[in-house]
């Protein structure tokens, strides 16, 4: 959330109708927020200086909150006020209200660290903000909850305080899909509790993001090959892509579409539904197929696996699979030598590039089916 708007997108930030307001530093005052900035006007000159960083140096402000206020104040033509708010390296529980806390900090004292200390952030970044009438949030966040398994509770923990808070029981939560990456072995987990989250809590939303590409100003590292698999890959495990202007009008469309009830068509990627096992294939149903699922290359769909349930060393063996679509919202999948599959997995490598979507353009996401998490007979 703190990569900063680019050059171009300053030269078009004469918007007087968008207000921006920062919240940044390391030192707990009785206000509850530090190192502040705003409200501002937004223009080309205010926004270079008016994101995070220190008393001396700001960053310019949040691209990916700035291209989301920008295109729901065009849409709506309504004023909209952003705030930013955001710290490299947090957790879920970072931000959320913890009894205790507070205890552990000193007025005007700096502390260190921030960061994966429950409360911590919300102390000394947010707390000042409570009396505020927020309209929604858009969250992006998780890379450090990589190998938190318990992060869909946490992240589902820190919504329902942070509605408390602001006294609002559906407060909009929109969320980005993290990129690919092989950062704290990847972000399998965190895929995994997104949907969870935005399957079982009310009024959330996640902007799909397999297609964003890392690295370079060009779109990103090259598409490589799997050795193992053979299969195709992200070329670099960088966890802070490019293309955040594509995240950012992605959770535009999802505000607009489910907060503002303004129709954007097809809002979410391909998501699982639920499997079921015919002889020696097994047919996935995937949920938000708009017009029906494609491959974006026109070639069959890769990256599935299916198991038998043979294990080895107590980790199941999966085998790459074939697969076909043979309905709008339908996959059939089987491999040669798997007679009696039983479990059926998609895109589960941390640098996966699929070419599952749906008409509409909106990649897919990845899913495992031997853990049976509850949100898959809860749609959506």
């Not at 997108?9 to 921006?20: G, H, S």
């Not at 505020?132 to 869909?152: H, I, K, L, P």
């Not at 299916?306 to 080895?312: A, F, K, L, P, V």
């Amino acid at each position: 959330m703190g990569r900063a708007v680019t050059g171009e997108q300053m030269k078009t930030a004469d918007l007087p109708l968008i207000r921006l307001f920062g919240s940044d530093g390391n030192t707990p005052t009785a206000e509850g927020i530090d190192d502040t900035v705003g409200w501002l006007v937004c223009t080309p000159e205010s926004i270079r200086t008016a994101g995070n960083g220190s008393r001396e140096k700001r960053r310019p402000f949040t691209e990916v909150g700035f291209v989301f206020g920008r295109r729901l104040h065009m849409e709506l033509g309504v004023p909209i006020g952003l705030f930013q708010m955001n710290c490299g390296g947090s957790t879920a529980k970072d931000w959320t209200p913890t009894e205790g806390a507070a205890d552990e900090l000193t007025l005007g004292e700096p502390v260190k660290p921030l960061t994966h200390k429950a409360g911590r952030l919300y102390e000394v970044r947010m707390r000042g903000t409570v009396p505020m009438t927020v309209r929604g949030v858009v969250w992006y966040q998780g890379e450090d909850d990589g190998r938190n398994s318990r992060y869909a509770e946490d992240f589902a923990a820190m919504i329902a305080a942070w509605r408390r808070l602001y006294r609002d029981p559906n407060l909009p939560f929109a969320f980005a899909q993290i990129a690919q990456t092989t950062y704290a072995s990847g972000m399998l987990r965190v895929w995994e509790a997104q949907q969870h989250v935005m399957h079982t809590v009310p009024h959330t939303g996640m902007a799909v993001s397999n297609d964003i590409y890392v690295g370079t100003k060009n779109g990103g590292f090259k598409q490589r090959t799997d050795e193992k698999s053979g299969l195709p890959i992200a070329g670099g495990g960088n966890p802070h892509p490019t293309g955040k202007d594509k995240i950012a009008e992605r959770l535009a469309r999802i505000a607009l579409h489910e907060t503002y009830g303004k129709d954007q068509g097809v809002i979410y990627g391909p998501m699982y539904r639920a499997h079921q096992v015919a002889g020696d294939k097994v047919r996935v149903t995937f949920q938000h197929v708009g017009s029906g699922l494609k491959t974006v290359d026109d070639a069959a769909p890769n990256w599935f696996e299916i198991s038998d349930g043979t294990e080895d060393r107590n980790v199941l063996v999966y085998q790459r699979a074939q697969a076909k679509i043979v309905g709008k919202d339908t996959v059939e999948v089987w491999a040669d030598g798997v007679a009696a599959p039983k479990h059926v997995r998609f895109g589960w490598h941390p640098l996966a590039r699929f070419n599952l979507a749906n008409e509409e353009g909106l990649p897919a996401v990845s899913f495992r089916t031997d853990t049976n998490p509850r949100w898959r007979v809860a749609g959506k």
